[in-house]
């Protein structure tokens, strides 16, 4: 102890710099300078209260180590005393016997000792006496021998009735818990049965033993067989208990199961009747409702048709619903982790040409069709120094149709919108493309009509509860991360982009080397312009695709359509101008009425600026 606490004290002796315990501590000079301010009585108060308090807190520490000693020994000598008490037995008697052998064989020594000298004085005095007592202090010996002998013998056998009775103890507790648990159980009681007539054979057998314990002799057969019955019983017990157990597991699952059938007949016949009184409630307010969904019906016509037209609104949803199974078709392409690159590849495959894409010359234009067209086909085209053919999986070829035309039509927005003479080369290879793939344009009407409604054209109204956010997403705006909605010059330069591109598609015819019409021409451009025409004007919105239409489609329209285009015209100039004035003070408005009548005073109208010159391919 002491080495231990000189290392101790050397290893923090270099942090330690003054003073810790003694008469020189700090604390032991501020209670010394307590003690020299204090009065001699409160001293002697202040001491006896310390020391009193220092004895109770030592009591109070030393009582409850011992407490918590006490309590160990006394959960282990308890959890320990059964078994311990036939081992700690069975040693002490091991040691007595020992200890008697050991005690006799000395005796025996001594004895002979005795006998050797008693002969020696037998034969050297000849005396009978001393002869006589020898014989019978050597009767005496083995009577006390036979007599220790009998003691162990006794003993032993006490011994073996003990072992028993520990047995007969234990296979008593096994029996009662499993008596215990067949009252506490009625259920358990068919198990049982299973196991009765075991139960009933140990006891029998232990009762026996008993019994010979009482009368006759034991053996270590006995005592065996007497360990064996209580470990028979024990294991009878355990499976007893863990039927039961399990048939309890199952009653339970039975009740629940049934309880949860209950629930959901009592929940059937609940939607039953609901739906029985609801159907009562709809046939009792059928009648009277009728006449007023019909007022309501044809007052919602009226007012619709100042948004839309009822056929356009019905062609939007088809083209909406058939986008929207379109998409679904490559959606496990689109969730495939392993389809990565090949996504990537597809998307190159479409973007390069489509970046590329310019006016510069028929043979650059031919080009980017020809790649364009192989990957709609499902060949194999060579996009820089990678090799793409859309059938590698079984969802390429839509994931590539689908992507090629979305990726069109954000040309409008990201490329047109900013040079508007960009339209014209995207449109015609567009259009070529249309007329070879059928579903790829009808994709691209859809992704029109997604990004930009009022191709349909439709100025949806915000309806009773719709946010402002889901309005305006209804009308093109986008929102930023920040989830403020984008401003109106960047909204109408949009729109306007992806209207012009869309225009371009109208006038653009197919090149020579397919031999077909453009399958989405003039006509569908004369469709929209009465159909919009035709709707209330909106402010910003409606003169700028009306000024953009006449600047991209004006020309041919008046070539085409001759005196129809002029009576138009007129029309905008007057009556559709007059219910603008009274809503739109902007530039737009501005500029579509100063187009409008230099066309009526010129009678003409100038080809677009940047269109593709005839026959360029």
């Given amino acids: 102890m002491r080495i231990s606490a000189l290392t101790k ?43 009193k308090l220092g004895e109770d807190l030592r009591y109070t520490l030393i009582l409850k180590k011992y407490e918590n000693e006490l309590k160990e020994t006394s959960e282990n000598l308890v959890r320990n005393l059964i078994e311990n008490m036939v081992t700690t037995y069975s040693e002490t008697m091991k040691k007595y016997v020992k200890k008697h052998n050991e005690e006799c064989k000395r005796k025996l020594l001594d004895l002979r000792a005795k006998k050797l000298q008693m002969a020696k004085l037998l034969r050297d005095n000849d005396n009978v006496l001393v002869l006589e007592k020898a014989k019978l202090d050597e009767k005496q010996c083995e009577m006390i021998n036979q007599q220790t002998l009998d003691n162990m013998n006794r003993m032993l056998e006490e011994q073996k009735k003990a072992a028993i009775v520990d047995s007969h103890l234990k296979i008593s507790m096994h029996y009662n818990e499993i008596s215990n648990v067949a009252n506490s159980e009625p259920l358990a009681n068919e198990i049982l049965e299973k196991y009765i007539q ?13 019994t010979l314990c009482k009368t006759g ?37 039975k009740k629940q199961k049934e309880q949860e059938l209950l629930l959901e007949k009592q929940k059937e016949e609940q939607v039953k009747q609901k739906q029985l009184e609801e159907k009562q409630a709809q046939e009792l307010k059928a009648a009277e409702e009728a006449k007023i969904q019909q007022a309501v019906l044809d007052q919602a016509k009226r007012a619709q048709s100042m948004f839309y037209s009822e056929k356009n609104y019905t062609y939007y949803m088809e083209l909406r619903d ?70 590698q999986h079984p969802q390429g070829l839509p994931y590539c149709t689908a992507l090629l035309a979305k990726k069109i039509v954000r040309q409008g927005d990201l490329l047109v919108s900013s040079n508007p ?61 920040e ?6 010059d960047k909204f109408l330069r949009r729109m306007s ?43 910003d919105i409606s003169a700028t695709l009306l000024h953009d239409f006449f600047i991209v489609c004006g020309s041919q329209f008046l070539k085409l359509y001759g005196k129809q285009c002029v009576k138009i015209i007129k029309l905008l100039s007057t009556e559709y101008l007059s219910i603008l004035q009274n809503i739109d ?33």
């Fill in 217 to 253: 002799p034991i053996t270590d057969k006995e005592v065996k067989q007497s360990e064996v019955l209580a470990a028979n019983l024990e294991n009878l017990k355990n499976k007893f208990l863990d039927e039961v157990e399990k048939f309890k597991e199952e009653i339970r699952f």
């Fill in 483 to 488: 989830d403020v909605v984008e401003k109106q």
């Fill in 9 to 51: 004290a050397a290893e923090i002796s270099p942090l330690v710099t003054e003073v810790t315990i003694g008469p020189r501590s700090p604390k032991q000079k501020e209670k010394s300078k307590i003690n020299q301010e204090l009065s001699p009585d409160t001293k002697e108060m202040f001491n006896l209260l310390e020391d």
């Fill in 198 to 210: 075991s139960i009933n054979t140990v006891i029998a057998n232990i009762n026996s033993l008993m």
């Fill in 497 to 539: 982009g992806i209207f012009r591109l869309r225009c371009a598609m109208w006038i653009t015819s197919t090149p020579r080397f397919l031999n077909v019409s453009n399958p989405n021409g003039m006509g569908f451009s004369w469709r929209w312009l009465a159909s919009f025409i035709n709707l209330k004007p909106e402010p």
């Fill in 585 to 617: 003070e902007g530039g737009p408005k501005t500029r579509l009425e100063v187009f409008l009548q230099n066309v009526i005073k010129s009678g003409h109208i100038e080809p677009p600026s940047g269109i593709l010159p005839p026959n360029i391919w």
């Fill in 322 to 391: 058939f986008l929207d199974k379109y998409e679904n078709s490559y959606k496990d392409l689109l969730q495939d982790n392993n389809c990565k690159k090949f996504r990537f590849d597809c998307q190159k495959a479409v973007n390069t040409p489509v970046n590329a894409l310019s006016s510069v010359s028929g043979v650059h234009m031919r080009d980017k069709f020809d790649k364009l067209s192989k990957l709609l086909k499902g060949e194999r085209v060579q996009v820089l120094d990678t090799f793409v053919t859309a059938t």
């Fill in 421 to 481: 003479d960009a339209a014209f080369p995207l449109a015609a290879v567009t259009v070529a493309l249309w007329s070879q793939f059928p579903e790829f344009g009808k994709l691209l009407e859809a992704y029109f009509h997604r990004f930009c409604p009022y191709l349909v054209p439709m100025l949806l109204p915000q309806k009773e509860g719709q946010t402002d956010k889901e309005f305006y997403i209804s009308r093109g705006y986008t929102y930023n991360d």
